[in-house]
Structure formats: C-alpha cells, structure tokens
C-alpha cells in the first residue's frame, strides 16, 4: 500500500511569490491534515479536510489555505510569501472508524520551502 | 503560551539506560494525547491515551495519562541507538461527536542514545 506522497520535495521561492503543495493520502484515507515545522515554533496544525470539507484551523492568517479534492488529494496554497513562510510542511492522512478518530496520523515525506 | 510543553529538551544517554520523557498540557476540551517519534522527516505514531486508555505499552515503549495532573510520560527502557530520534507529543481538543480533530503539538524532546 502506497504512503502519503507530497510533491514537490523541495522548493525556493521569493518573498511575494505564492506556492502550491500537493498531498496524495494513502488510497482509503479520507482525512487530510496539513503542518508547518519550524525549528523555532515546532510542528503547528495548518487544517484538517475531510471530504472536500475544510473542518479545523489552525491559527494562521489567511494567505495560507486549501481544498481537497473528491479523490481525497488535497492542496494548500499560501500566498504573498514572506521569509518566515520557510519551513518543512507536513501533510498526513488518518482514518476514522465509526465515525471516531484513530489519532493514527500517516505523514508524508513533506515539502521544504525556502523563501529568499 | 505553549498549550503543550515537554521536557527534557534535549538528552543524550548510553544504550541499555532507561529513559523518561515528559509532557505537560493546558487545553480547554482535552480529548486525546498522542506521542510521535520523527527520526528523519515524517513522523510515526506511537502512543493514543484517551480518558479510556490512560496506559498503553509496546515492546521496551510505555506512556501514561495523568489527567489529574495534566501530563504524560514516556518511557523507554534498554535504549538502543535506533531510538534515537525526536519525541513529539500532541495533544487532540475539540467537541466530541466533532468528527474532526486539531492537534497541538510540543516542541519535541531529542533523545540521542550513544553506543
């Protein structure tokens, strides 16, 4: 069974510039959970689709944001990039059993953005 | 304020000690702690502890829930090199029969184990 695939690995970027990263779950897995990991701030909860259905945020301002798609894949854009944007972003997938989260989170390899 | 803090920072032991990590939280709606281990880039999934399971142990790892005091630990007995790595802990808050989660995570303990 394939894992979670994110695409691109690794990226630079000017500040002003926006970025896309793309999340492919693992084939069943219809939770989409996307991270920014940072050295200073840690690992922090970007949001959480389910179904094509945006159901958490985190606190992030609005440049940051995303869908899923009907397959499941999902994408987070953000936008007007700036230097702190740089970071490893994380997407995982999990799955729920009657309706219940596992807490099993399956991360991808991520994506390292560096903005110049 | 961190919501979730964990201590030590860092550490660094012999193969064989053993070795106790520790996580403390302040949420509002607890619901679910959960522990990682990230050694290269993607973390894996160890522990769940819920208010229905407040102890869960696998091989030479356990984790225990004190509700009453906010806090977990893991613990690792005979370290071996290959735990070296960084111990994330989350924790889950939310409504239950959100049928959602978000997660709050800790800034990791570095746990290095030396031959």
């Known amino acids: 069974k394939a894992g979670v695939t994110q695409t691109p690995r690794y990226l630079i970027k000017t500040r002003g510039q926006q970025v896309t990263l793309s999340c492919s779950p693992i084939s069943g897995h219809r939770s989409v959970s996307w991270y920014q990991q940072t050295p200073g701030q840690g690992l922090q909860f970007l949001f959480e689709?389910?179904?094509?259905?945006?159901?958490n945020k985190g606190n992030f301002p609005g440049r940051f944001s995303g869908r899923q798609f009907s397959n499941s894949r999902s994408e987070m854009n953000v936008s007007t990039l700036e230097l702190g944007d740089s970071a490893l972003y994380l997407c995982?997938?999990?799955?729920?059993?009657?309706?219940?989260?596992?807490?099993?989170?399956?991360f991808g390899e991520g994506s390292r953005l560096t903005v110049l | 304020e961190d919501k979730v803090v964990q201590s030590p920072l860092s550490l660094v032991v012999h193969e064989g000690d053993t070795v106790t990590l520790n996580c403390s939280y302040e949420?509002?709606?607890?619901?679910?702690l959960l522990w990682y281990k990230q050694e290269k880039k993607a973390p894996t999934f160890l522990f769940m502890l819920?208010?229905?399971?407040i102890e869960k142990k696998s091989g030479r790892l356990s984790s225990i829930l004190d509700k009453k005091e906010l806090s977990s630990i893991l613990n690792i007995t005979a370290t071996q090199t290959g735990d070296s790595a960084i111990y994330l802990c989350a924790v889950e808050e939310g409504d239950s029969g959100a049928g959602s989660y978000q997660l709050t995570f800790g800034k990791g303990t570095k746990l290095s184990v030396i031959p």
């Open positions: 995982a997938s999990s799955r729920f059993r009657r309706g219940v989260w596992t807490g099993e989170l399956f």
């Open positions: 949420v509002t709606n607890f619901r679910s």
């Open positions: 689709y389910f179904s094509e259905t945006q159901r």
């Open positions: 819920t208010s229905s399971g």
